[in-house]
């Protein structure tokens, strides 16, 4: 790490709880001290010493279409110029919400909120209303936010720092969690035929995200879906990762399965803060003011996260997708070619936009199995593929993204930086 870098951290860690605002930042899985971004373009950071690195990270997933591209710059520039933020209905932010039901028309209505927690805590509240019931059911290492009810067995930082179960969460609260192994359909059907007065709603990843990426075996979607109409429980699919990046749009048209509740956050922003939930209109009309489910934000809404929001999703064609997704499979295939070539353990998979792999021969189908990654060979490896100029989530348990300006030069690049870090860390 270069001197600026540095003394901008010293600085940061007397404001900043480890000096950084979210956990997942602070290098806590990968160890030394975390890189200062300055600028970023198409699919490169600099950071504060002028380092230049290939950001398969783009801001935990929003950037689908790159750093700074000029259609978010120019929209971004009319927004802020017709005032930043109003608390009053826009028609920008009915046009997002226009494109969002084109693409996912399960999702009939939504309400715009400002950060993914937000989006899942605000789902959970609406599917307990709306079921008069309390408990929920979660998969083990998916996260889905901050929220309290959802800090238990989560994944992304929280399994990054070992701390799976949050302190402050209270007792009364978290009991109301159940977990159960992703993929698992008889452990999710006992858990919930045997919860004393039913249960809300099942919420997951389509694809999990954060614990690093992990598939659902064929049956699994589809049998949430028969588990959630046998019992009652409402089905929501947390795609603040996977909207719009492992599909054109999203788990709707990738697994054929409808949920009843959508969450969405990450790329709907663009790089700016917006997030949403939505589903059934006779659910999402249980919302106050229509309803009597509370739920409100001063910001929601913001013009410029909204304006964002739609020039990403604009610019996002299902041409530009499918580009996306080939080059996406092709650096997943290169890696794996050379991980066998090296005899390095190794397994890796993509969907879409979104990425990853595990130091581990695989398979892997729930945290259990991705706990079992060479973590010790997936730290020398970030830090060789850093000190190579490419910049990868600094934790074993989460996904990685490309954009649209990921051309096959930087797929080329990257792969051969990448053998060489391999190689380092193999050695
Ligand atoms: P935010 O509150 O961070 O906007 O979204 C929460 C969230 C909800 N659901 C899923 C599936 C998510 O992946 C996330 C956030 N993801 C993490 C990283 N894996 C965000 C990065 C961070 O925590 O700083």
Redesign the pocket.
Known sequence: MGDRSAEIMRRSAQLFPGGVN????AFGGVGGTPIVASRGQGARIWDADGNEYIDYVLS??PLVLGHAHPMVLDALEQAARDGTSFGMPTELEVSLGELIVKRMPHVEMMRFVS??????MSAIRLARAFTGRDAILKFEG?????ADSFLVKAG??VATLGLPNSPGVPAALAELTLTAPFNNLEVTRSLIRGAKNGVAAIIV?PIV??AGFIQPLPEFLAGLREIADESGALLIF?E???GFRIAYAGAFERFDVRADLT?L??VIGGGLPA?AYGGRREIMRQIAPTGPVYQAGTLSGNPLAMAAGKATLTALTPELHTIIERRTARLVEGLTQTASRLGVPFTAGSAGSMWGYFFHEGPVVDFESAKRSDVEMFRRFFHAALDRGVYLAPSAF??AFMSAAHGDAEVDETLSRLEDAMKYAHA
């Open positions: 979210s956990p997942v930042r935990w997933g950060s993914g927690t937000e989006a899942t998916c996260y889905h936010g901050h992304s930082g990843e995200g954060n947390d603040v990762m996977t969450t956050g990450k997030a989460e996904a």
